[in-house]
């Protein structure tokens, strides 16, 4: 858990630099030294004011945001800074599609809130925006990193070296998640203590694999020896995307896996027709509301029975 008062101070003093307060404020358009206030935690920036802090200071808020939102933001591009409804459109890509009553509660704040904020009558502060940020998309580190250095602000320093180190094992060892997943099931948590291979015969992996995964998960914090068995430590939330190449070399990973796996257990399906753009446009639309919607299905489970491997296309065979 991050201290998010303090996260807001750091990161208005990381885009102040080596201005002084009194210049940064003048420099934003205020008469007030209200960037004093902002540090100190008296106040708090409105999104607006953050966002305009961030473009003032060197940062381009249009290219970070559209890096932050990589595919999902294909079909509606970041909004503008300065552009009439920037806040409302920001918090509805971030919201994707969680239903106001999860929202609220993921954002901590009432729906009443919430809906003024979305439709814009009124914005969230600083705190609030990365609340809205940690809840709806859980990626609150890679957040920050659009406006300054995680690894250089004190609240984020550790969380950030830790999110680097897992999203390096994501990268190099794709089986690791698997791994890490199987040790929240309940038959191995049933065992008196670890049984090398149990975890490999549940994933029809080698032995090889199951050892080279845990070594790697545990040097990177995610997991713990307790009680002679392995448990789920500190994960965070590895949003895989920020390099490309690798991203889509885990993609083929895992439709390999598909591939290998067609004939098992599962579902397997496909539809292969000639359609008009338009309904081609739709049927984007639905791929992404049912992933996100799946996603939301996956937070709320409780309890661990099984390992789940989602391989979800749609693409077009001719240009």
Known sequence: MLDNKQLCSELIRALRKRRSQAAFSRRLGFATNVVHTWETGRRMPSTTDFMLAASKSGVDVQARLNSFFHGEARSKPSPKLGAKGFVPELLGLLRGDLRPATLARSVGATRLTVGRWLVGSSEPRLPQLLRFVAGTTQRLLDFVALFADPEALASTHAAWRDLQAQRRVAYE???S??????????????LSQHEPGFIARLLGLPLSVENEALNALSQARQIRLLRGKWAVARVLTVDTRPDPAKN????RHWAEVGVQRIGQEGLFSYNLCSIAEADYQRLQSLHRAYFEQMRAVIAGSRGGDRILLANVQLFSLTP
């Open 248 to 251: 889509l070399a885990l993609k």
């Open 173 to 175: 060892l794709p089986w």
């Open 177 to 190: 998640h698997a791994v890490l997943r199987a040790l929240e099931l309940a038959r191995y948590k049933q």
